[in-house]
């Protein structure tokens, strides 16, 4: 796809790939009065979206409350009550399941049943997942997302240690961020190697990536008048999955119900190691590590187990040929007469952004660190000299479009994972610079879900939770250095929105294909 060109008069010059280190802060906005600015419309957003006791992604296109998207809103709430952050912590794990696992939604019963689909009468997931524990007086899901909630734990309780202790946030938290990882350990290696894997495209939190399309092309979808999509009220269709994704996403989850949720009884007809979901377990086995350790606690197993998980990582899905890691499709054949790589099922071709997220893990190999920093603002993602956020797909690859999802469009929780994966790693500028690239593009798309990655067009939902609640916690970090004032900006700044001049363009003739 052509990208449009770019504003006349834009500067030339590529972002450096690297730059010389700097203090651990982003790029300072121009004005303290944008800075207050933001701050305060993102403000708004949280207040807006909270319930009494969770954050709503979005009033109207997510009405309930969602397990990772909690966990990023409470590292945004932290900065503005620590005491709330606490909360949409706490809530999400009231609703666990016995066997451990932390369900994808968590229903707000007051919320009508057609207001969101799968809604609860779908999951039944107080009699459907008895067996497995669902609690009895809340409905929720039956899937899981990503756990990058141990993390968020973390950095809530840093944010304010004192009163952290005085409410015994972590006392509580702890055993059940424990359990939660027990669950992923003992019932989701599938492929016998150590990594977890996901049953279901919305598990890994990406869910329409094209790295799902091989596996769910063996899965028949269920019958087009068996359900009714909600998000086609409030969403764009052009944005959103394709009804046959979403036929075969019902059908998957509806066979994982009717199995009682269970793990072991169910086929799993869809099993994927996925590298992002990995990379947050590692990033969350270090914050226990250090939670345990606050508690006076043993943190040497979690330690031993995120050691663990790296080195399953890169043995299982590591790609040299790629410059990433990939996915790896535990149902898929081995191509041809070959026996495969020994490690059973397939890694899958396409390249996604969650190939790139396991900078956040900090045992990495330094080769493969620095075969990653490489690919970053290479050809296939162009960060800093094509596009200016890191896009959830492969920017050559066959699926690419720029505005359905995950198959493409930029993605704020990703980018802040980055951010932190750049830093950890000692690419400071780099992390700077990609800050003040989230910072000016949620003042100017106000707050929306997603972006296009050429462009920097908001698509999806406005007012986004994860949006406003990651734009606060960089703001938190601002503590000095100047960012020059811009030439011009390639995002429409939103009515009302912040007026937050962008970082410096990227060069049009670097636009990718």
Known sequence: MTPPPAPAGTATTPVPASAPSRPTAIQRLPEDRDRRALRRAACRVLLGNWTG???????????????????????????????????EVETLLGAQWGDGRVPHIVFNRSVPLDAYFPSPDFWRSSSAGAAAGAPRTVETSGVVQPPVHAL???????????????????????????????????????????????????????????????????????AAGSFRRADLVHGTAADRPTDLDYGRYVRLAAEYRD??????????????????????????????????????GDPDAHRQRAAALT??????????????????????????????????????????????????????????????????????????TAVRLLPSYDLRGAAFDRCRYWRGPAWFNVNWLLERGLRQHGEEARADALGAEVLHAAAASRFAEYLDPYTGQGRGARDFSWTAALALDLLARDTGGALPAPRTSHAAAAPGAPRIPAPAPVPAPEKGP
């Open 53 to 87: 006791s969770s954050t709503v992604p979005s009033r109207e296109l997510y009405p309930h409350q969602w397990s990772w998207d909690s966990a990023f809103i409470a590292i945004g709430l932290r900065h503005l009550s620590p005491v709330r952050a606490q909360q």
């Open 152 to 222: 968020a734990a973390w950095l809530v309780h840093s944010a304010d240690p004192g009163t952290s202790a005085r409410r015994g946030f972590l006392a509580r938290v702890y055993p059940r961020l424990v359990a939660w990882h027990r669950y992923l350990a003992d019932h989701r290696d599938l492929g016998g190697h150590g990594l977890a894997a996901v049953v279901h495209p919305w598990e890994p939190g990406m869910d329409n990536s094209p790295c799902w399309d091989g596996p769910l092309a063996r899965i028949e979808p269920a």
């Open 259 to 296: 199995h009682g949720y269970r793990d072991a009884a169910a086929p799993h007809s869809f099993a994927v190691e996925d590298p992002g979901f990995n990379a947050l377990f590692i990033a969350s086995e270090y914050a226990l590590a250090r939670i345990a350790e606050v508690l006076d």
């Open 311 to 384: 080195e399953a990582l890169v043995e299982r899905l590591w790609s040299p040929e790629a410059g990433q890691f990939l996915c790896r499709d535990l149902r898929a054949e081995p191509v041809g007469d070959t026996a495969g790589d020994g490690h059973g099922g397939r890694l899958v071709a396409e390249r996604s952004a969650a190939g790139l997220l396991p900078l956040v893990a900090p045992q990495l190999p330094r080769p493969v660190v620095e075969t990653l920093l490489r690919t970053v603002s290479g050809e296939h993602y162009g960060l800093g």
